[in-house]
């Protein structure tokens, strides 16, 4: 071996070792380029071969005639005499123009299979489309996106971010994260809470509305275990832990049940509910609770109610004990169907569901007031006629009592005959003389 081979190969050996590549990678990566560049000069075969012995470094170029089917007939060394200055000039750009590559392709499959995982990076640059994130060897990218959207984050800040895809590309692997994501609570509780990491406890459901809530539902393999109590954590040192990672947001934990009307009724918290109905064909719950937990069930622009629904995959419709009852006293009755529109001017007009003209709201609102004082009417009516009827029945037993009093007093006597003649005067439709 010549001295200029050994140099050669103990400097690959070292780059390999340095780079976590191996020789034989080196190797094969610089006779691919060698027969490159043989086939660039005007003598060249048509067909070459580039061999490196690993161990004296000998470099030797045969040429090749192939038949039809591609099998060698016939080879020669045709290795050039000045091949070695060729080969020193290649060697350079190959290995590192190989050694970028590989590394790209090291970082590419350690990353690959980690979709789903979480990773903590240090903010380097943030501006309106994307923040960059350096997770050691790569960078991740947290799009606009997947970002909370009050979150601010500070150049420097470390930061935690769940893994959702995962790009090749010819400057290197491309890690996509993300931050509100339902997946990086998943994450963020088996981190700290050992139960889950360890199987005993795991997370059922997961529903998250980002930077404001989220609710989960857990459950437990070992009946000895709470799965609740187990992530809050001891004077809720756990379930702390994840709200500050997520900068505030307030995290709900509830205990999984595979009955639908006890998980509806779990997920509603910390409302209580006092009944759940569940009608399968349309897969809508209907909850009732009291008038003053019907807010609390609702929760802040409908939060609660909402959250509840995807974790527990109900449409749930919540009404108090009032609205249930007033619907009671309606039901049956027969409403109107349509719906308010804007007409061509711009007015508010009903337009029935069965078709025909749209009425104005000023016709809408004389038709009802018509309709009301016709039912006051009617009612007035049927009170006066019961009151008529009493009046005529009411004067007759008087009137034999009165003349029952007093015979023979000529005053009562005539006080008794006024009243008989004038109440059987009116009485007289109902009474035995008709």
């Known amino acids: 071996m010549s001295k200029t081979n050994f ?16 020789v034989e990678t080196l190797l094969d990566a610089l006779a691919n380029a060698l027969v490159a560049a043989y086939k660039r000069r005007p003598d060249a075969a048509e067909e070459a071969v580039v061999t490196i012995d690993p161990e004296s470094g000998e470099i030797r170029v045969y040429g090749q005639e192939l038949d039809e089917d591609g099998t060698v007939i016939r080879e020669w060394d045709d290795t050039p005499a000045d091949f070695g200055r060729i080969a020193a000039q290649t060697a350079k ?21 980690r979709e789903g995982d979480i990773v903590t990076g240090i903010v380097q640059q943030t501006d309106n489309r994307y923040t960059l994130l350096d997770l050691g060897k790569v960078e991740a990218l947290l799009p606009q996106a997947e970002q909370v959207s009050y979150e601010r984050y500070e150049h420097g800040a470390r930061l935690k971010a769940y893994i959702v895809e995962v790009r090749k590309t010819t400057k290197g ?9 339902p997946g990086l609570i998943k994450r963020l509780f088996e981190l700290e809470v050992p139960e889950i990491s360890g199987g005993v406890v795991e997370l059922k459901a997961v529903a998250r509305e980002p930077g404001h809530r989220t609710k989960i539902a857990v459950w437990s ?16 040192s756990r379930v702390r832990m994840v709200t500050n990672e997520l900068r505030g947001e307030r995290v709900d934990v509830v205990p999984f049940s595979d009955d639908p009307v006890e998980l ?7 409302a209580r509910v006092r009944e759940v109905h569940l009608d399968d064909s349309t897969g809508t719950a209907t909850v009732i609770v009291s008038d003053y937990q019907l807010s609390l069930a609702i929760g802040k622009e409908g939060q609660n109610a909402r959250l509840a629904a995807r974790l527990t995959g109900w449409r749930i419709d919540i009404k108090s004990e009032t609205q ?12 109107a169907e349509g719906e308010w529109v804007e007409d061509e001017s711009g007015e508010m007009v009903w337009k029935p569901a069965e ?11 004389h038709a009802a007031e018509e309709q009301a004082d016709g039912e006051t009417a009617s009612a007035d009516g049927a009170v006066t006629d019961d009151a008529s009827i009493e009046t ?10 009165a003349a029952e009093a007093d015979e023979g007093a000529d005053a009562a006597e005539a006080d008794a005959g006024a009243e008989a003649s004038a109440e059987p005067a009116a009485s007289e439709p109902s009474g035995d003389g008709g």
């Open 7 to 22: 140099e050669f190969l103990d400097a690959l050996g070292q780059i390999a070792r340095d780079k976590g590549i191996s």
């Open 355 to 365: 078709g025909g003209d749209a009425i104005s709201a000023e016709a809408w609102t």
């Open 173 to 181: 692997p491309q890690i996509v994260v993300s931050r509100t994501h």
């Open 264 to 270: 509806i009724q779990n997920a509603l918290a910390p």
């Open 324 to 335: 249930l009852e007033e619907e009671a006293a309606y039901e049956g009755q027969d409403w």
């Open 392 to 401: 005529q029945a009411a004067p007759a037993p008087e009137a034999a009592e």
């Open 221 to 236: 393999n070992d009946p000895n275990v709470d799965p609740v109590g187990a992530c809050v954590g001891a004077r809720g």
């Open 93 to 113: 750009q190959v290995i590192l123009q190989r050694i970028r590559e590989v590394e790209r392709d090291m970082k590419y499959e350690e990353y690959a299979g």
